[in-house]
């Protein structure tokens, strides 16, 4: 089916859903997997976990849709329920203790090359991001794999633009610090 | 500056669109009971919704009738329950005329009264 020229707002997207529309929850997922994604991997550190913790947030958000009282703002709303969700999933980490997840790639099923080069840099990518406060990983994430502006970074993480901007600086040096000008180049190679 | 974007492409969980189908698909089968459920109240909240200004019209409308025929019926019933009375004990027309007005006669107009009632 054709993308339709004009998206349907979340302000719609959500009051369907409210009604049960499971085609507008689908394209509310969609479209924010990403950015939930963004902020779980900057506070849980791995893939894995942030995958979990997005579907969990996904099906809270559901529940508690009442609750969201600005409907236009729905991904600020959602990432604040992700960040609660990831917040509390990394207590639970740390009190079972359990053996971390990291290196483990959700694709590892795959053998191909590309695929073992990618899980590389994954695991790379997961363990220079783990040299980086949580707010900083979650400014740089969402600034650079989702597109997120300053703007709308500071009003989901609840900071000052300044501040978003800040820790996007202090993250992608940190970033380059621990990976190397070389590995950068190799992932703009890769995309 | 784009130029400064790092490249996180390795991380981002959209870049594999079938594996991005089959955790979408995760969520929204997760999803599946609640939806249901809300389907289910929508209905019923809907024709609510949706008889809700008829219903409150004529609901009005039926106030404003009854209660005007309330009024009508108390008013006229409140007349000829104080006449009824009035006959009943056998109270001169004109001390029933000054319970009406609320009014206290003087000593001489009950003088004056009794006399002429005499």
Redesign the interface.
């Given at each position: 089916m054709a993308e339709p020229t004009t998206p349907v707002a979340d302000e719609t997207l959500v009051e369907e859903?409210?009604?049960?529309?499971?085609a507008a929850?689908?394209t509310l997922?969609?479209r924010h997997?990403?950015a939930a994604?963004a902020v779980a991997?900057g506070t849980c550190g791995n893939?894995m976990d942030a995958?979990d913790v997005?579907?969990d947030a996904?099906?809270r958000a559901?529940?508690r849709l009442e609750d969201c009282r600005h409907p236009e703002r729905f991904a600020a709303w959602l990432l604040r329920i992700v960040r609660n969700r990831a917040h509390n999933f990394r207590e639970y980490r740390a009190i079972r203790a359990g053996v971390p997840l990291e290196g483990m790639s959700?694709?590892s099923s795959s053998d191909s090359a590309r695929d073992l080069l990618?899980a590389e840099?994954?695991g790379r990518?997961?363990r220079a991001l783990a040299l980086l406060s949580t707010p900083e990983r979650q400014v740089?994430?969402l600034?650079?794999?989702d597109g997120w502006r300053h703007r709308e970074i500071a009003n989901a993480l609840e900071i000052s633009e300044t501040r978003s901007r800040q820790y996007l600086f202090h993250a992608?040096r940190k970033?380059r610090d621990a990976l190397g000008a070389d590995v950068?180049q190799e992932?703009?190679h890769?995309? | 500056m784009k130029h400064d974007r790092v490249d996180f492409n390795a991380l981002d969980p959209t870049a594999d669109p079938r594996r991005f189908d089959d955790t979408v698909r995760a969520i929204t089968s997760g999803a599946a009971s609640e939806l249901v459920r809300r389907r289910a109240v929508a209905s019923v909240v809907g024709q609510i919704v949706i008889w809700r200004r008829p219903l409150l019209m004529a609901a009005t409308l039926t106030a404003l009738v009854s209660g005007t025929a309330l009024w009508h019926a108390h008013r006229s019933s409140q007349a000829a329950q104080t006449s009824g009375v009035v006959e009943a004990l056998g109270v001169p027309a004109f001390m029933a005329s000054w319970v009406r007005a609320d009014e206290t006669p003087t000593p001489a107009q009950l003088l004056v009264a009794l006399e002429e009632d005499r």
């Amino acid at each position: 089916m054709a993308e339709p020229t004009t998206p349907v707002a979340d302000e719609t997207l959500v009051e369907e859903v409210r009604r049960g529309s499971a085609a507008a929850f689908d394209t509310l997922v969609r479209r924010h997997y990403r950015a939930a994604f963004a902020v779980a991997l900057g506070t849980c550190g791995n893939a894995m976990d942030a995958e979990d913790v997005c579907q969990d947030a996904f099906l809270r958000a559901l529940e508690r849709l009442e609750d969201c009282r600005h409907p236009e703002r729905f991904a600020a709303w959602l990432l604040r329920i992700v960040r609660n969700r990831a917040h509390n999933f990394r207590e639970y980490r740390a009190i079972r203790a359990g053996v971390p997840l990291e290196g483990m790639s959700p694709t590892s099923s795959s053998d191909s090359a590309r695929d073992l080069l990618r899980a590389e840099l994954r695991g790379r990518l997961e363990r220079a991001l783990a040299l980086l406060s949580t707010p900083e990983r979650q400014v740089v994430l969402l600034h650079d794999l989702d597109g997120w502006r300053h703007r709308e970074i500071a009003n989901a993480l609840e900071i000052s633009e300044t501040r978003s901007r800040q820790y996007l600086f202090h993250a992608r040096r940190k970033l380059r610090d621990a990976l190397g000008a070389d590995v950068l180049q190799e992932y703009l190679h890769e995309a | 500056m784009k130029h400064d974007r790092v490249d996180f492409n390795a991380l981002d969980p959209t870049a594999d669109p079938r594996r991005f189908d089959d955790t979408v698909r995760a969520i929204t089968s997760g999803a599946a009971s609640e939806l249901v459920r809300r389907r289910a109240v929508a209905s019923v909240v809907g024709q609510i919704v949706i008889w809700r200004r008829p219903l409150l019209m004529a609901a009005t409308l039926t106030a404003l009738v009854s209660g005007t025929a309330l009024w009508h019926a108390h008013r006229s019933s409140q007349a000829a329950q104080t006449s009824g009375v009035v006959e009943a004990l056998g109270v001169p027309a004109f001390m029933a005329s000054w319970v009406r007005a609320d009014e206290t006669p003087t000593p001489a107009q009950l003088l004056v009264a009794l006399e002429e009632d005499r």
